[in-house]
């Protein structure tokens, strides 16, 4: 059964970098060529997108592309965020998930706006010095 | 952009139907069939309910449904049980530069 864990740091100091890790497990991170996600939730209010990645390419929410960074490591089986000169205001849950493949009448093939099927725990992380 | 508008809450008796809106533009909802609804139980990860406007995951009970009508969708939920009580989220993707939008949420009560 296909499980993602985040990990990282609880605490993060502001204007510093905010580093999580995905673990994938039960699966393959390159099977049937899912895009891999992270969302996050401030508390008390809803979701979030920030961005997703497949391979190599990178899509992400226009609102925090010029400080975050996803990148993955296929030898781990893991895929990672970079959100650099946090603030208070970066202070959530953070959470990874995989989004849906199309494997219907052929390759399968993923989307960053497909549904995302398989969502990690999430992670706290809170921005205070 | 603008998160897409859901009500803040919505409540129904156990046995009942209630109906979640999500109302976006032509950019999003109303332009593409790329809706996705999410349920989120208080301290745990969103679970996907529906996906492509309609569809069901594996394992997603048939008493919920989507649709899509204009630039609303909708996501129903017949015979309301005490375990559906949770924030229901939805989602779409958005040719604008947001690519992808999450609606504010609706806090569901099941009386």
């Known amino acids: 059964q296909l499980q993602l864990r985040e990990s990282g740091p609880g605490l993060v100091k502001p204007s510093e970098t905010l580093s999580l890790t995905c673990t994938v497990s039960?699966?393959?991170?390159?099977?049937?060529?899912?895009?891999w996600g992270w969302i996050r939730q401030p508390p008390g209010k809803g979701l979030e997108w920030i961005g997703s990645?497949?391979?190599?390419?990178?899509f992400y929410n226009p609102s925090l592309k010029s400080r975050v960074t996803i990148f993955v490591d296929t030898s781990k089986n893991q895929f990672s965020l970079r959100l650099s000169s946090v603030t208070a205001a970066d202070t959530a849950v953070y959470f990874c998930?995989?989004?849906?493949?199309?494997?219907?009448?052929?390759?399968?093939?993923?989307?960053?706006?497909?549904?995302?099927?398989?969502w990690g725990q999430g992670t706290t992380v809170t921005v205070s010095s | 952009q603008s998160a897409l508008t859901q009500p803040a809450s919505v409540s129904g008796s156990p046995g009942q139907s209630i109906t979640i809106s999500c109302t976006g533009t032509s950019s999003d909802v109303g332009g593409y069939n790329y809706v996705s609804w999410y349920q989120q139980h208080p301290g745990k990860a969103p679970k996907l309910m529906i996906y492509?406007?309609?569809n069901r995951p594996s394992g997603v009970s048939n008493r919920f449904s989507g649709s899509k009508s204009g630039n609303t969708a909708s996501l129903t939920i017949s015979g309301l049980q005490a375990e559906d009580e949770a924030d229901y989220y939805c989602s779409s993707y958005t040719s604008s530069s947001t690519l992808v939008i999450f609606g504010g949420g609706t806090e569901l009560t099941v009386l």
């Open positions: 492509d406007v309609s």
């Open positions: 039960g699966d393959s991170i390159t099977t049937n060529n899912h895009y």
């Open positions: 990645i497949y391979s190599g390419t990178t």
């Open positions: 998930a995989r989004n849906l493949a199309n494997c219907r009448g052929g390759p399968c093939y993923s989307r960053y706006f497909f549904g995302m099927d398989v």
